[in-house]
């Protein structure tokens, strides 16, 4: 099932759901350029709502709105990726709020029902869908230690001074990225507050590669393709919905 919105059509059902703020990534484009036109936008919005709209997309909004779990994917740059989706019971969302010349951010909705469960595997593919392929960076694994990523690095711990840290690779590397891209996966919202439970980073590297960025303990950067950072996204995604929500002290693999 697929639709498409403006942006002030979607914000207007996302309204209708007690919340009036666009979730992560989606940024509120209206074609309203005097204040004076509200009124009249709205009664339009207050038509196309009572008398068009799916009763299914009705329903693929409330999964965003009270998802099991959701997860967000942004990358900026001159064509910014920004996109939403959301799991509950059998049924996963994706939005992504579409590159628009005239300003209003179109938002295309799309939504699928799996047979007994979600299908998570293709939730995924649809999140990370039209990420660009790029090598795998080449150097396969750096951890480092937070206190020793700060530009004041601070006292150090026995268990820290134990630890073989790769910080100043780390940087070296970072320092050469030419674009990044950052997922989070969310608890349910709370209210308007919209808790994120972890997140990852991808950067590409010049004359490298790409690679995962995440934290645990310690600051892990990876050497990754898109099919690893898929992976990983999977493994981070089951794990939420079969704890109800991942514990944030455990390690992330």
Known sequence: MNWQLSSAQFMHLWEATDLDVMPHPFEHRTDVRLESELPAEGRKLEQWRAEQVDPQLREAIAVLRHPGISASVYAPGKTPLLRRGAVRGRVTVVADQLPAATGTGDLRVRARLGSRAPDIRQFVRDLLFDLPEVVAGRTAAIDAHPDDLRAQPASTSVLHSATVSGASLLKRILARRTSAGYICLHRP??????????????????????????????????SATTEVIANRLEERIRSALVEGEPSVRRPAR
């Open 189 to 222: 919202w709370e209210g308007a507050h919209d808790a994120v439970l972890n997140s990852m980073t991808w950067f590409d590297i010049a004359d490298d590669g790409q690679y995962l960025y995440y934290t645990d303990h310690l600051v892990r950067l990876r």
